[in-house]
């Protein structure tokens, strides 16, 4: 999907100085982050690929095409506590483009994303919520934010609602300087307007009345207008994309629109996020570049996939089971072997029986690893120059597995062998 999209891959090292990682998302990510030191350097494992990729742009600029599309698949890290969906290891699959400040890129983003998901499977199961810290800073302002920290006080706030009770976040909000009894009434005002049931564009014109006169907000209103134009001209559908007042991300670099994915329904919080990151750069030693760009968490895809049963993970990679029709006969083992490189060769995934057993038991341990086919051949076939394939796969009948009504086995001359598997196996 990143290919189709026109995004070519770029890896970037898992480890980073520790001046390139702090500072970048926050204090709070700051926290999470793996940091130590070896020999004369302080170094961290990266918590993003993000903060990387505009280290390499801003040190190779001049090898690069702007705008530039890239994409990264593999792990990051953070030091969290681990849960359901949450993890101190997992992958990220991550696409940006750098060079660019037009709305169409937030917008590609964002089709990116829901046709990614469609193609996998999911239906009517998901919505990308979108907002824009242009829009935040400026509501911020308007209920009397007047620093920068506590605007990020008000926007954790707001970004926190589902998670935190009220009275916890007004305090907090309140220690931060800001009038608790002002956040609160803007706060309710915001949620009336985020749970309204209205069109994304009425609820745009909503906020423009509740925040009118600040120019980042109605900068950030105006973003989000030319976002929901350009989606539609994408042939995403409106109800797939949810204009939310509250939403803020975490990381700090954040500065104009973000977005992330939700399934409500499989309980492990977002599966896609991201957004724009025109400073970024620049704060790494660059010139002043805009970007913007997203990632899929695999492991919490992959889980939510499997919560709505859209798609289950194999019990095993592998094709075929080859068994040996006797273990204590070097002779049929051998044969065993010669069978199992001949599947290999022409590209089927294969595994050889090492243990000792009988071939009943050797067919259970095929069973039970979920390989559809096994194979062996005992004195009889191999004199007939045959193999016996068996059908191990199994069939749902009213929610419960039973064996495949087919016949479960057959002989078959062994110079065909590896063509009926592909046959089988396609």
């Known amino acids: 999907m990143f290919e189709l999209f026109g995004f070519e891959p770029l890896e970037t090292p898992i480890i980073e100085l520790k001046e390139t990682l702090f500072g970048k998302g926050g204090d709070e990510t700051n926290?999470?982050?793996?940091?130590?030191?070896k020999g004369p350097d302080d170094i961290?494992?990266?918590?993003d690929h993000t903060v990387p990729l505009a280290r390499v742009v801003a040190q190779h600029l001049g090898e690069i095409t702007i705008p530039y599309r890239r994409y990264a698949i593999g792990p990051v890290f953070r030091a969290d506590k681990p849960q359901k969906g949450r993890y101190r290891q997992f992958w990220q699959?991550?696409?940006?483009?750098?060079?660019?400040?037009?709305?169409?890129?937030?917008?590609e983003v964002i089709a990116l994303s829901y046709t990614t998901l469609t193609r996998l499977g999911f239906t009517d199961q998901f919505v990308t919520d979108v907002f824009d810290r242009r829009a935040?800073?400026?509501?911020?302002?308007?209920i009397g934010a007047l620093t920068k920290e506590q605007s990020f006080a008000v926007l954790r706030g707001w970004d926190k609602l589902a998670k935190v009770p009220r009275e916890k976040i007004g305090a907090e909000v309140e220690v931060a300087g800001v009038d608790r009894e002002v956040f609160n009434r803007y706060t309710d005002e915001l949620l009336a307007i985020a749970n309204s049931s209205v069109a994304n564009d009425r609820v745009i014109d909503c906020l423009a009345e509740l925040f009118p006169n600040n120019q980042l907000a109605t900068e950030g209103f105006q973003g989000l207008r030319e976002i929901l134009r350009y989606l539609a001209a994408y042939g995403v559908p409106e109800?797939?994309?949810?204009?939310?007042?509250?939403?803020?991300?975490g990381l700090d670099y954040y500065t104009g629109p973000i977005f992330e994915t939700v399934v409500e329904e499989a309980g492990v919080g977002s599966v896609t996020g991201g957004g724009r990151f025109d400073n970024l750069i620049e704060d790494l030693g660059g010139p002043s570049i805009p970007a913007t760009g997203s990632s899929f968490g695999l492991e919490r895809l992959v889980e939510v996939l499997r919560i709505l049963n859209i798609a289950q993970?194999?019990?095993t990679?592998?094709?075929?089971?080859?068994?040996?029709?006797?273990?204590?006969s070097t002779e049929l083992v051998e044969h065993a072997v010669t069978i199992a490189t001949e599947l290999r060769h022409s590209g089927i995934r294969t595994e050889l029986f090492m243990g000792e057993g009988t071939l009943g038991k050797q067919l259970q341990v095929a069973d039970r690893r979920g390989a559809p086919y096994a194979v062996f051949a005992g004195p009889d076939e191999m004199a007939q120059k045959a193999v016996v394939i068996k059908n191990l796969r199994t069939e749902l009948v009213n929610g419960d597995k039973v064996k495949m009504k087919t016949a479960n086995q057959r002989l078959?001359?062994?110079?065909?062998?590896?063509?009926?598997?592909?046959?089988?196996i396609a």
């Open 317 to 328: 990679p592998v094709q075929v089971f080859v068994a040996s029709f006797d273990t204590r």
């Open 44 to 47: 961290g494992l990266r918590f």
């Open 136 to 142: 935040l800073n400026g509501m911020a302002q308007v």
């Open 313 to 315: 993970p194999e019990k």
């Open 239 to 249: 109800k797939r994309v949810r204009i939310n007042p509250t939403l803020a991300r």
């Open 93 to 107: 699959c991550d696409f940006d483009m750098v060079g660019t400040r037009s709305p169409v890129a937030d917008a």
């Open 412 to 424: 078959v001359p062994r110079r065909e062998l590896a063509a009926e598997l592909r046959r089988l």
């Open 31 to 37: 926290r999470l982050i793996y940091a130590f030191s």
